[in-house]
């Protein structure tokens, strides 16, 4: 069974880089086939994709947030990461980071649990 | 960009209700939809892909259909632990996602 586990800080201090890490087991990501992915979700409000990468390290990001935002991949360590820079209060959300299927029907078929971030001085 | 709408945003209906949502493409993403429910403090649960494909493991009275640019889903018996959020998400214009708003159900 695919587990995936978000990690890092809850609370980010207003024009910092918030960074994040997915940890991934049961599954290999260098065994390719799957879009690793972050996805946000404002306090009470919908899911917004923020970006993916896949296991040989492409990645393509959500063009409302592709300049502040960096999604790297470290195989060795089945983790990916995200790093979203100049943050603001508008930034402030649980982060989901999981799994999309790269071939045939592309849903999310696990996630981890989500991290609250506090964007706040 | 393709935007998603669901209608209604929230519902209440009684245990036992068929209950109706739907999600509208703003241009044809074929069948490219799939559909997920959120409770509470939870990560999202893929129920429905492909527009009307059951993901394994999810309760028959959920369903989904549509392509193009209108979808349905639906709870043919609404039970006390359908109680969440639901949202489409279209996959057509890759390689990016998006979500529709989201339909919050509620028991009357």
């Known amino acids: 069974q695919v587990q995936l586990q978000e990690s890092g800080p809850g609370l980010v201090k207003p024009s910092q880089t918030l960074s994040l890490t997915c940890t991934v087991s049961g599954g290999s990501i260098s065994s390719g086939g799957y879009y690793w992915s972050w996805i946000r979700q404002h306090p009470g409000k919908g899911l917004e994709w923020i970006g993916y990468?896949?296991?040989?390290?492409?990645?393509y990001y959500n063009p409302s947030l592709k300049s502040r935002v960096t999604i790297s991949v470290d195989t060795s360590k089945n983790q990916f990461s995200l790093k979203l820079s100049s943050v603001t209060a508008a930034d402030t959300a649980v982060y989901y980071c999981?799994?999309?299927?790269?071939?045939?029907?592309?849903?999310?078929?696990?996630w981890g649990q989500g991290t609250l971030v506090t964007v706040s001085s | 960009d393709i935007q998603m709408t669901q209608s209604p945003s929230s519902l209440s209906a009684s245990v036992g209700d068929r209950v109706t949502i739907t999600c509208q493409a703003s241009?044809?993403?074929?069948?490219?939809l799939n559909w997920y429910q959120q409770k509470p403090g939870k990560a999202p649960k893929l129920l429905i892909y492909?527009?009307?494909n059951l993901e394994t493991g999810v309760p028959s009275r959920f369903s989904g259909s549509g392509s193009g640019t209108d979808f349905t889903f639906t709870i043919s018996s609404l039970q006390p632990e359908d109680i969440a959020t639901y949202y489409c998400q279209q996959y057509d214009n890759l390689p990016g996602f998006t979500f529709g708003p989201g339909t919050k159900v509620d028991i009357k």
């Open positions: 990468i896949y296991y040989s390290g492409s990645t």
């Open positions: 999981a799994r999309a299927q790269a071939a045939g029907a592309r849903y999310f078929d696990y």
């Open positions: 492909d527009a009307s």
């Open positions: 241009q044809d993403i074929s069948n490219y």
